[in-house]
């Protein structure tokens, strides 16, 4: 009967570890938002690590985070560090391409609560007066994460986080234009 048992289990963790592996090894998760006001201010607002506390949905999450600037004040080179509770955890933003009011690209060093390296995107299409913002973030995603993600949905998690982002954003910028 322990014989049994133990080929039992054997056999679903054998499954599980196949259908694991077999998850994709690549995320993206990417969120749009269309803001009335025009794509050179919307770029500024995100090009700008010092604004990000308007409208990120994380900054409010842990209002004592300690949070660092180095390198310039905006665009490429710029850098954010941040260590918080649990829900924000730690971690590095480095801004590594800005093409002025077109596109950025941010490099994400994640210390905790795990450690991950992921690359988030901002691009910036003009519809008239107003400004397609489209948020992504992408990434490579080891055994453990693709684990994880089983039992948990990325694309709804950060996603989630996207949409409020964008919302906060959209309200910044539109309160401006009045």
């Not at 080929?7 to 690549?26: C, D, K, T, W």
Request: proline residues 5%; neutral net charge.
């Amino acid at each position: 009967m322990l014989k049994k048992i133990v080929i039992g289990l054997a056999a679903v963790i054998a499954v599980f570890v196949i259908v694991v592996a077999l998850q994709p090894s690549e995320f993206r998760i990417e969120r749009s938002a269309t803001i009335s006001a025009p794509p050179a201010k919307v770029f500024e607002q995100v090009n700008d690590f010092h604004k990000w506390d308007d409208w990120s949905p994380w900054a409010k999450l842990d209002p004592n985070a300690k949070a660092a600037f180095k390198g310039p004040a905006s665009g490429e080179g710029a850098i954010f560090e941040w260590a918080g509770n649990s829900e924000v955890g730690e971690g590095r933003m480095t801004l590594i391409e800005s093409r002025p009011h077109q596109h950025i690209r941010i490099r994400l060093d994640f210390v905790k609560p795990m450690v991950d390296t992921s690359t988030a995107e901002f691009t910036f299409k003009p519809e008239g007066d107003r400004t397609t913002v489209t948020w992504a973030m992408f990434g490579r995603v080891n055994f453990i994460a693709k684990a994880i993600c089983m039992f948990m949905n990325r694309d709804e998690m950060v996603g989630g986080y996207f949409e409020k982002g964008l919302a906060n954003l959209k309200a910044v910028m539109e309160a401006a234009r009045n």
